[in-house]
């Protein structure tokens, strides 16, 4: 009877088991409870190994390929927070991330990142060049085409824009933002965070951006890279600070900390950066991500005896991710165990990691779409798009007797030049995975141009440096049998960057001996640039009847060149950075505050004035402007002013003009620039056709300025405001 009686107790629990509901899917993995809570409940279930791997960024190398999807546990380890992947196959980047879902405890998927800096497959303008478009709309329109095939191509993460306010273009990274001044930079860089990011990061084809390199990157000691900085509190708020505050306030997912010493704290440690400002006074939501080994070079900056402290001052800064120094990893554990850290500040930085993670979808849809590349990468559409940026990036800076556009009378022209027949330094900085291959190079858009209409006589000429002028004789044959001659002259990508400061930012000695020597032919001459910095043309320019400045455009940049030559397109770009007349210019921008003495201390052996201040840039048109109107002439500091101004096309050709605002306030309890630019349009006005541009003055917003604290600051009394050559007042009362 005993035995009965276990026998049915055992049944009945044998029943009773496989009636049990199976146990409930963890918290962290239903889709649809609110992010907070996922984060929450899977933070609890993490050990703290798992932590510290969430916080630590990695490299999937550059060799991988197919034959290493079977044996990829030698190459990265799955718990990795981030890897920078440097390839571009989905398939491969899926294998990767499923060893992440299915071989680890928890499940953790992987947040893939690159920079992809003006574009992945299809490259744009550089960043430097997109400001002189102004027009954020088309910015975002590119970003958001770069963002499609950066996903497809396995990438949840770009390491762009980069808004760092760059007055030195001996700093060869002066390329990859938007010029010298603060609202522009703002402006240009929340338009690139919306078109990466999209309406929902969780989208297909959205990624995740990071603003760079905060702050003050770009003004280390005398352009050096890596260099020390030296910016007071007041400067840091009112120029340096601004553009990443406009960015932060579009919502970017992650910024990334800077290289540089920042008046003795480097930023990577700068407490009052990272935290203070960053995530408390703006309230930053994402995470900080390390520069390339930056926690590691604190022991050369000198504020890290060892890799430890280090480590234990970048956590404690609010520095939350470690980019391959592998400090973290390694020294976390211990910190903890001295107290030099705490499990709260750990956890802080772990939550802004996976809350990005689960915002871009990866726990519920880890894995890249499979696209085949014909259909993921130069896309017709996306290909317009970059063309037009193109074309609305090059900026006429000269055109002497209306020389350009080339006219219907021109017969030949001569080509000539170290840029005609090369692809790969228009492609600029930064290519992404790009290939040469699919840029097309000036001679093949000029052969199509023009084909059937003017007869090219190409040359050579010269390299972009050194001594070798064996081919000029050549040049001066061609110049000599053309109506015209065209010099495409400029720097080779690799010239402009990171890591690639230049003591003088003029144009190789070979070039402007070029210049020199086709100039004694007699022929017209029209330059086109090619660079990734503003270039002092002190010596060329007198020589130049016009010079087209065309950045470096891209993909497809070289048909808008030959676009603007032919008349075909009218140029539209205004520079968003000033050019030095010459080096020793340096540092020269249009909203320097004004000196005590505003008529003497002036350079005695060269002019002060710059070549080309920012703003400039002509058109093939005329555009006429009318008288400044406003709402009124006094305001209050609770009210707003409406200021309107009629432009017309007077010209006869349609064209694009870019209208931009400026403010001053001459009394300001600390001083002011001599202007600032406030606002910026750009519309289409026809022939003949009168367009009213309209700015919508907000004093709060417009008027006031940062104290050394980042305090705003809104004072009543005289303002100026300046459109064109105008400049009218009017008046803020309390």
């Known amino acids: 009877m005993k035995t009965f009686y276990y026998l049915f107790i055992t049944a009945a629990a044998i029943i009773l088991v496989s009636f049990k509901k199976p146990d409930p899917l963890p918290l962290y993995k239903n889709k649809s409870a609110p992010i907070e809570s996922r984060v929450n ?8 190994a798992e932590k510290v791997m969430q916080l630590s960024q990695y490299t999937l190398g550059l060799n991988d390929n197919e034959n290493n999807i079977n044996d990829l546990s030698k190459n990265f380890d799955p718990h990795a927070g981030s890897l920078i992947y440097f390839g571009s196959d989905p398939v491969f980047r899926n294998a990767v991330q499923k060893k992440a879902i299915e071989e680890t405890r928890l499940g953790i998927p992987i947040l893939f990142g690159f920079d992809v800096i003006h574009g992945c497959k299809t490259l744009y303008p550089i960043p430097l060049a997109v400001g002189c478009s102004w027009n954020t709309a088309l910015n975002s329109e590119v970003c958001s085409n770069s963002a499609k095939e950066t996903y497809l191509s396995g990438i949840n993460w770009t390491f762009s824009p980069m808004v760092d ?60 890279d890596y260099s020390f900085t030296d910016v007071s509190q007041q400067v840091l708020h009112d120029t340096y600070l601004v553009t990443f505050k406009a960015a932060v306030k579009a919502g970017a997912s992650t910024v990334m900390s800077s290289f ?31 520069d390339w080994q930056a926690i590691a070079q604190l022991t050369n900056q000198g504020v890290a005896k060892d890799p430890e402290q280090a ?13 391959l120094s592998d400090i973290y990893h390694k020294y976390l554990p211990d910190l903890l165990k001295q107290k ?63 020389v350009l556009p080339i006219s219907s009378s021109i017969k030949s022209v001569a080509i000539i030049g170290p840029m005609v027949k090369d692809s790969t330094d228009l492609m600029g900085s930064w290519t992404g995975r790009a290939k040469a291959k699919d840029v097309e190079s000036i001679n093949s858009a000029l052969q199509s141009e ?45 010239w402009s960057g990171e890591n690639t400061s230049r003591s003088t930012i003029a144009l190789p000695e070979i070039q402007e001996c070029l210049v020199a020597a086709i100039k004694k032919i007699g022929k017209p001459i029209i330059i086109v640039l090619n660079n990734g910095r503003p270039l002092a043309l002190k010596n060329i320019e007198p020589d130049a009847d016009a010079i087209l400045e065309a950045w470096q455009p891209g993909t497809v940049g070289a048909t808008a060149i030959t676009g603007i030559l032919s ?19 340096i540092p020269v921008y249009y909203d320097m505050h004004p000196r005590s003495r505003p008529y003497s201390g002036n350079y005695q052996d060269i002019p002060t004035e710059p070549l080309y201040w920012f703003g400039h840039g002509l ?116």
């Not at 480590?311 to 980019?323: H, I, K, Q, T, Y």
């Not at 397109?569 to 050019?579: A, E, Q, R, Y």
């Open 450 to 494: 023009f084909a059937g209409r003017v007869q090219l006589n190409y040359a050579h000429g010269c390299d972009f440096d050194g001594k070798d002028d064996s081919g000029f004789d050549e040049a001066l044959n061609a110049a000599k049998n053309s109506d015209e001659v065209v010099l495409f002259l400029g720097e080779k990508n690799s």
């Open 567 to 585: 008349g075909r397109i009218n140029p539209s770009g205004k520079l968003d950075i000033t050019f030095p007349l010459t080096t020793g210019q």
């Open 41 to 48: 409940d899977l933070l609890k279930r993490m050990t703290l």
């Open 311 to 323: 480590g234990e001052r970048a956590l404690n800064a609010g520095l939350d991710m470690d980019m």
């Open 165 to 224: 306010v760059a007055r030195d273009p001996r700093w060869g990274r002066v390329a990859e933002g938007y010029g010298e001044d603060p609202y522009t930079g703002g402006q240009f860089g929340a338009s690139a965070v919306r078109g990466y990011q999209g309406q929902s990061l969780s989208a297909p084809n959205n990624i995740a951006a990071c603003l760079k390199h905060y702050v003050a990157y770009g003004l280390v000691e005398g352009g050096r």
């Open 340 to 402: 030099k850290i705490t499990m709260a500040t750990v956890n802080e930085a772990v939550k802004r990691v996976l809350t990005l993670k689960f915002k871009l979808g990866l726990f519920d849809n880890p894995y890249t779409p499979i696209v085949d590349e014909s259909q993921r990468y130069l896309q017709p559409a996306t290909k317009k798009a970059a063309n037009q940026m193109a074309a609305e990036s090059m900026v006429l800076l000269k055109n002497k007797d209306n």
């Open 260 to 290: 540089n010493d920042i008046s003795g704290t480097p930023a990577t440690i700068n407490k009052y950066l990272l935290t203070d400002v960053l995530k408390t006074q703006w309230g930053f939501k994402g995470f900080v991500v390390a």
């Open 619 to 734: 058109s093939y048109t005329t555009y006429n402007y009318g008288d400044v109107k406003l709402s009124s002439i006094k305001i209050k500091k609770t009210g707003h002013l409406v200021a309107k101004v009629e432009v017309n096309n007077a010209g006869k050709m349609d064209g694009k003009e870019a209208v931009l605002w400026y403010i001053s306030h001459p009394e300001a309890t600390i001083s002011r620039p001599r202007k600032e630019l406030k606002f910026f349009e750009k519309k289409l006005i026809k022939q003949g056709e009168k367009i009213v541009y309209t700015f919508d003055l907000d004093p709060e917003r417009d008027l006031s300025y940062p104290d050394a604290n980042g305090k705003q600051v809104l004072e009543s009394g005289d303002y100026y405001l300046m459109v064109g050559s105008q400049k009218v007042k009017f008046e803020v009362t309390d």
